[in-house]
Every structure is written in structure tokens, then in C-alpha cells.
């Protein structure tokens, strides 16, 4: 496709729309092709969004067509194949027709905001820029740049097209109406969207997940628990009910009076480290870093990793049917 420059010398104060077009009539841009990209790219795909997946690695690239057959068919949406496609580079992109922009290259401070000064030059002024990092603010990334107004968080959760979840995040000077734009357009998609109205650390959902994972290594460095144990205590015990309520709904459920007292109890006991545990710690510093080095806190050989990972998709997947009846429809 021809480049087209068209809007490198639109004013980069003029102000965006306060709407985005139904997914199906959409066009939206993901930048990076690996993991996430791919994923997210199903999302919008299944929801009949057009979607260019610009991916500079060429064997990446390649592979990512039989990607989205076969993830389009796995959900049920092989219909949409040829919403999806992907290109290497920025200079392909039909930028006039382009109206969501998601960032999804490595989390590196320094090459997004490269990035996304380059977006601003090339996409509609009314055009969303999102980032899909989990780690940097929207603000961080979006500093210096004269329209961090259109610019948003648009955090998904591996893996994305089987995690209903999406965290629509506000930078400082991210422009509010813009978000509530992006959060129609998500449920649009079949996602569930949260509004995260201050770009903290972590945003909402990690910042949870963390609290969590703190208190479980820390009983795991003090020999109060096992992996295995943690992990069962979780999963099939206060996690288990998690997919009918969250932590809010179970108060009304169980007692406010019950859990105000509980907390009274062990929050004084309760981990307050700001470092990581011994258990995370030492494992990085050996190289078990999990199934990409073969081990972790589990030994993984190739056969291990691929049972262990349609293991944890066929539950994902048995989640979203059990779900289904609460979850947003996807817009025809």
C-alpha cells in the first residue's frame, strides 16, 4: 500500500472527536506484532473492527497469518478473517483511515515515546493513541507531546482474547469524554471494560494482583506455605468465587462486620515489603525465570509448556461460556 502523508502538517492541537466509529465500521492500527499485538488484534478482528498489525520482524510477520486463522476459528469469528492483516512498517499504513492507534512493542520507556511523537505526526488529529504498557504511565509516555489529551492507557491482560478484561486508563491530561469513548468501543468488542481515573503504578488490576502476590511469597519465604499450596489456596478457594463476585460484592455477601473485623485482625500482620521476595528474587538471579528458561518455580521441558498451556486456555475458554449471559455483546 502507498504511503500516505497526508496529515503530517495537521495542527497537533486540533481537537479530537469525542466518539469513535462501532468496531465494525473502525479501522484501528496495532503497533507490534508479538504476543499482545497478535492477541489484541483478535479482539478487534472478532468484533468486525478493520485491523493492520504493523509488525517490522519478517518471520513474525509471516507466521502471523496462519495466527489469525486459527485463533479467528477457535473463536467461533472465522468469518472475520480478512478484518485482520499485517504489515512492517508505519510507512504502509493508510494513516486517514486510521481512527484507534495501540501501541503493544517492548516495555522500553524511550522507544515508546519515539513512537508516539511519530504517531502524532502521522495519524488524524481526531484519532486515539493508546498504549498498551503495564507498566509505564500514559503520562510518562505521552510527556512533552502537545496532544496527550488523545492519548489513553489501553491495558489488555494475556491472553487478551480469552480475558474479557481491558483497563481504559487517564493519563493527567488524557481529555475524560475521549475515555468514556474507548470504553463503549471495548464493550463494543465483547470486553469489559474499568475506568482508571488516576495513572498510578500498575494502574488497577496489577495493583490488586501485586497486594496478592506479596502476602503469598511472603508466606512462601516464611515456610508457611508451599507453591503448590498457595496456588490451590487460591484457586480453588477464595479465587474460585471470584468469577461470581468480586472482592466488593463477597462484603455484601459474607458481612461488612464479618471482613471489617478479619481485617482488623490480620492487617497488622499482613506483608509490608517494598522489595521483592526472596522467592522471586533468587530465582531471577539464577535464571529460572519460568517456562521461557525451562524452570522456574516448576520445571518445564517443551511437551510440559504446551499441555500447560491448553490446560490454561481450555479453562479460560470454559470461563467465558460460564460468563457469557454477563458479558458485553459483541456489536454486529
Known amino acids: 500500500m502507498n504511503t500516505l502523508n497526508a496529515n503530517n502538517n495537521a495542527s497537533p492541537l486540533a481537537a479530537p472527536s469525542n466518539g469513535l466509529p ?3 465500521r473502525a479501522c484501528a492500527l496495532v503497533v507490534g506484532g508479538g504476543t499482545m499485538g497478535a492477541d489484541v488484534a483478535l479482539v478487534l478482528a472478532r468484533a468486525g473492527c478493520r485491523c493492520i498489525v504493523v509488525e517490522p520482524g519478517d518471520a513474525r510477520r509471516q507466521g502471523l497469518d496462519a495466527y489469525f ?3 479467528l476459528l477457535a473463536l467461533e469469528a472465522g468469518h472475520r478473517r480478512e478484518r485482520v492483516s499485517a504489515c512492517a ?8 483511515s486510521i481512527d484507534l492507534v495501540i501501541e503493544c512493542i517492548p516495555e522500553k520507556l524511550a522507544p515508546k515515546q519515539a513512537l508516539f ?3 502524532v505526526q502521522r495519524s488524524r488529529p481526531d484519532a486515539l493513541l493508546c498504549s498498551n504498557s503495564s507498566s509505564f504511565p500514559i503520562s510518562a509516555i505521552a ?7 488523545r492519548m489513553l492507557g489501553l491495558h489488555f491482560f494475556m491472553p487478551a482474547h480469552l480475558v474479557p478484561l481491558v483497563e481504559v486508563v487517564l493519563g493527567k491530561a488524557s481529555a475524560a469524554p475521549l475515555a468514556d469513548a474507548l470504553s463503549a468501543f471495548m464493550r463494543g468488542c465483547g470486553m469489559v471494560p474499568v475506568l482508571v481515573r488516576k495513572d498510578l503504578p500498575g494502574f488497577l488490576a496489577n495493583r490488586l494482583q501485586h497486594a496478592l502476590a506479596r502476602e503469598a511469597f511472603a508466606m512462601i519465604d516464611a515456610g508457611v506455605a508451599t507453591p503448590e499450596d498457595v496456588d490451590a489456596a487460591v484457586r480453588f478457594g477464595f479465587g474460585f468465587r471470584f468469577l461470581a463476585a468480586g472482592p466488593v460484592l463477597q462484603r455484601d455477601h459474607a458481612g461488612i462486620d464479618v471482613h471489617c473485623a478479619a481485617a482488623a485482625t490480620m492487617y497488622p500482620s499482613l506483608a509490608a515489603t517494598t522489595e521483592p521476595a526472596r522467592a522471586l528474587s533468587e530465582r531471577v538471579a539464577s535464571g529460572r525465570l519460568g517456562m521461557k528458561t525451562g524452570e522456574g518455580f516448576f520445571p518445564w521441558t517443551p511437551e510440559a509448556i504446551a499441555a500447560e498451556r ?4 481450555d479453562l479460560l475458554r470454559a470461563g467465558l461460556r460460564l460468563l457469557k449471559a454477563e458479558l458485553p455483546q459483541i456489536e454486529d
Open 22 to 24: 462501532k468496531p465494525s
Open 69 to 71: 486463522t486459527n485463533g
Open 89 to 96: 512498517s508505519l510507512d504502509e499504513v493508510d494513516w486517514p
Open 117 to 119: 511523537a511519530e504517531l
Open 143 to 149: 510527556e512533552g507531546l502537545a496532544t496527550a489529551q
Open 310 to 313: 491448553k490446560r490454561y486456555d
